[in-house]
């Protein structure tokens, strides 16, 4: 009986908590990311936020390190997650 309810426990606690990932791709105007939570798409970015246009990040690198900030945001849970030009170029982003 207690066996169960541990299970059963884990199994909430581990359904409910988010786990989230960062998912790099390529896309015909650079690169975007994917965040996923618990393996399943939360957020799919296939451009720099914040810019206009279709305007993908210049490389892997750049895009990974806005995908685990945009992460850091969401774990927080106070803050939204979204970014500034500022917080842009503080990750080291080109924007056109």
């Known amino acids: 009986m207690m066996l169960g309810l541990a299970i059963i426990t884990g199994y909430l606690f581990y359904s409910w908590n988010p786990h989230y990932s960062v998912k790099v791709f390529h896309t015909p105007s650079g690169w975007g990311y994917d965040i996923l939570n618990n393996d399943k798409p939360f957020i799919h970015q296939p451009t720099i936020p914040g810019v206009p246009g279709l305007v993908?990040?210049?490389?892997?690198e750049q895009a990974q390190r806005v995908g685990e900030r945009v992460v850091e945001k969401l774990q927080d849970e106070k803050a939204m997650?979204?970014?500034t030009h500022d917080e842009l170029r503080q990750l080291g982003v080109t924007i056109p």
């Open 81 to 83: 997650p979204t970014l």
């Open 56 to 60: 993908g990040f210049p490389n892997r």
